[in-house]
């Protein structure tokens, strides 16, 4: 069984964001796990970092609904390898990096929130594939 790995490019140095970004990830310890970049790496530095296969969140990429979401998520927990989600330094990423991508949003969020979004996101995915009540229709 894959693993989702979150990339984030340094630690949310706001307190609440990373209390929430900690909190979800608990609650997921067995199916994500966070990898923290140095926050100094440039967004080039940053991507030769991460594997070729990874997915960057960039609010040029795929849209999807939550459910949408948590098919994909559905997806990633049984495959054997790993799915690696990244989001960017404060700046974004390069242009032109051939990556694939999906939205959280058209909107564009300070990298922080992504993460927490992010994270949320994938906690929601594991509810709605569990058939909880957290997610609401």
Known sequence: MGR?????????SDSKMNSLIEDYSARLKSKVRIEIHNSKLSGQEYL??????????????????????????DEWTISSDDVHLAIGPADGFPKGHGYSCISLSKMTFPHELAAVVLIEQLYRANEISRGSSYHKI
């Open 48 to 73: 030769t970092k991460l594997p070729s296969n990874a997915i960057l969140l960039d609010e040029g990429g795929e849209m999807m609904t939550s459910v949408d979401f948590s098919k994909r998520f």
């Open 4 to 12: 989702i790995i979150v990339h984030l490019h340094g630690r949310a």
